[in-house]
């Protein structure tokens, strides 16, 4: 009997260790690796690279193509800004130095813009103080607003109820100089409350002086500016 009782206890043993997992592949005691889910991948945005300066550009269809304008420079950065039919910004791309495009507002998919037609524009300059002034200007909801361009670069709000103010500076995008933009937003019919972008210099804006170009990457500011 002992002989056989001293037999039994390790055989037990190992049976109880298969049982509990630990006698290696038989099923027993197996836990299945949790399914992971995939991590959301961000839609890649594609446009027709061109050289240095700024552009008229069209897209889309060619019997009816959505006109746009495009600014490029040196250290690879880009904005390119397609207007609606009253030629209010509706769909922009851009691209930071050493970035990847982007789309404002952002696609749920893949976009590529092809780019029908490209026409170069005549350098416009940018010299702050030659812009310096007071001017009017309205947003796409009805709301006009009026500010002062000082010299150094500061937007400062005028007497409206719709409140502008902000910063101009130099830009390395032709045509363009670097906007940081705040509005008083249920008095400015919506628009955000800080947006950054461009002011952009063109003379087809005329008799616009400029254009003041922000978004806060969902929602784009879109104001013509005039002289007062």
Same mark, same amino acid.
């Given at each position: ?102 789309? $404002?507002? #952002? /696609?749920?998919?893949?976009? !590529?813009?092809? +780019?029908?037609? &490209? ?5 416009? =300059? *940018? ?40 910063? $101009?500076? #130099? /830009?390395?995008?032709?045509? !363009?100089?670097? +906007?940081?933009? &705040? ?5 400015? =019919? *919506? ?38």
């Amino acid at each position: 009997m002992n002989r056989i009782g001293a037999w039994m206890a390790p055989c037990c043993a190992a049976l109880l260790l298969a049982a509990c997992g630990g006698g290696g592949g038989n099923g027993f005691g197996t836990t299945t690796p949790a399914a992971t889910t995939p991590a959301p991948t961000t839609p890649k945005v594609s446009v027709d690279d061109l050289p240095t300066g700024s552009y008229v550009v069209s897209t889309g269809d060619a019997d009816s193509p959505t006109v746009g304008k495009y600014y490029a420079a040196a250290d690879g950065s880009r904005l390119v800004v397609f207007g609606d039919s009253d030629d209010h910004a509706k769909q922009a791309y851009k691209r930071d130095a050493g970035g990847a495009w982007v789309g $404002v507002p #952002a /696609s749920d998919k893949d976009v !590529t813009v092809t +780019l029908l037609q &490209s026409n170069a524009l005549a350098d416009a =300059g *940018g010299d702050i103080a030659k812009l310096a002034g007071r001017y009017r200007t309205g947003t796409t909801a009805g709301v006009v607003a009026d500010f002062t361009l000082t010299a150094e670069g500061a937007i400062v709000a005028g007497s409206s109820v719709c409140k502008l103010s902000g910063k $101009v500076s #130099a /830009s390395v995008l032709p045509n !363009t100089l670097k +906007l940081s933009l &705040s509005t008083s937003t249920d008095a400015c =019919g *919506g628009l955000p409350a800080t947006a950054s972008g461009v002011l952009a210099l063109d003379t087809d804006y005329a008799p616009a002086r400029f254009r003041l170009l922000a978004d806060n990457g969902a929602q784009w500011v879109d104001l013509w500016a005039f002289a007062d």
